[in-house]
């Protein structure tokens, strides 16, 4: 069992930046991907941008160019860092690790995003 804790969310003006942090209770190291996922009010909870324990990434072409992806191996986070908010960008933000047979959430952090 781990536990993702989501951190960095806030309510901002439309073109500013955040990072959010997810960080585990134990080594990331094994864990084949981890990756942020976002879930607006009404919407389905949906794919913003994925890393593999090799460092491939992959991102939803909506955040591609605003939105990177990181981990940390020896501090057992993740990051996301936003540039250029947009208020569609505005929904709960969950941090997720991907481990053969098992799949972890975290409890998410709010992004809120003004225009």
């Known amino acids: 069992q781990v536990q993702l804790v989501e951190s960095g969310g806030g309510l901002l003006q439309a073109g500013g930046s955040l990072r959010l942090s997810c960080a585990a209770s134990?080594?990331?190291?094994?864990?084949?991907?981890m990756g942020w996922y976002r879930q607006a009010p009404g919407k389905q909870r949906e794919l913003v941008a994925t890393?593999?324990?090799?460092?491939?990434?992959n991102y939803r072409d909506s955040v591609k160019g605003r939105f990177t992806i990181s981990r940390d191996n020896a501090k057992n986070t993740v990051y996301l860092q936003m540039n250029s908010l947009k208020p569609e960008d505005t929904a709960v933000y969950y941090c997720?690790?991907?481990?053969?047979?098992?799949?972890?959430w975290g409890q998410g952090t709010q992004v809120t995003v003004s225009s």
């Open positions: 134990r080594s990331i190291f094994r864990f084949n991907a």
């Open positions: 997720n690790a991907v481990a053969v047979g098992n799949a972890f």
């Open positions: 890393i593999t324990s090799g460092g491939i990434t």
